[in-house]
């Protein structure tokens, strides 16, 4: 190979990679990132929901408190190499029980998809405390790829959930595993709804009404 050649050879490297590079460029797919950001205000509690009556299998009636909800949005939160910038949102809301011992903390929030990068963008994450154990369980859903990011729980996506009434999208997290009986083991958290209901270590479930 000629010197001629051989440089001519190199600078066909360097295009094809200089080529593959631009072809790789991370993108904010701003399509889809709106797709999901729709999706998840979803979840969102109504307004309307206030304080609610929950009853346990004993039939003990408290009161499930509406404590805390507010909304964050981040302007220009994501940037690409394509000149394009994205706002995200964050939303939070907060219940409590009037007598038996559990807080629960809901955290939604919004990222963007690049074409590189999917997952831990779109989430709803359900944190719980036990002021008897002493515990926090948490649990985060990925509302792109439907999985637990956790790994900790199984949660499953209901379109349909009949429980006194019918519940249009419903996410059941059930913990793998708890440390004290009256820890949580499953809860119910509904679309425009919030906590819909939980069951206990002992079994015993708590209906909201």
């Known amino acids: ?17 200089l080529l593959a590079s631009c072809g790789e460029t991370e993108c904010i797919d ?31 009636s408290q009161t499930l408190l509406k404590v805390s909800c507010d909304t964050f949005i981040v302007k ?13 949102f964050m939303y939070s809301v907060g219940f409590r029980t009037s007598v038996s011992p559990y807080s629960f903390s809901v955290d939604i929030s919004s990222g963007c998809i690049t074409n590189w990068e999917d997952k831990n ?22 509302i792109v790829t439907n999985e637990n990011i956790e790994k900790n729980a199984n949660i499953k996506y209901f379109e349909d959930y009949p ?18 009986f009256s820890d949580i083991k499953t809860v119910l958290y509904a ?14 479930r708590y209906m909201v009404r």
Request: charged share 25%; net charge negative; aromatic share 10%.
């Open 1 to 17: 190979m000629t010197a001629s050649q051989l440089k001519n050879s190199l600078l066909y490297v360097v295009l094809a990679v």
């Open 30 to 60: 701003t399509e889809r990132s709106d797709y999901y950001k729709n999706i998840i205000k979803e979840w969102f509690v109504a307004d309307s929901i206030k304080s609610r009556e929950l009853v346990d299998d004993t039939g003990f």
């Open 76 to 88: 220009d939160a994501c940037s690409d190499d394509c000149g394009t910038s994205y706002d995200r």
């Open 121 to 142: 963008q779109f989430t709803l994450k359900v944190t719980i405390s036990n002021t008897i154990s002493g515990t926090f369980q948490a649990a985060t859903y990925d």
């Open 163 to 180: 429980l006194d009434v019918e519940l249009k999208g419903v996410l059941e997290i059930t913990f793998n595993e708890i440390s004290d």
């Open 191 to 204: 679309k425009g709804k919030g906590i819909v209901m939980f069951v206990d270590g002992n079994g015993n």
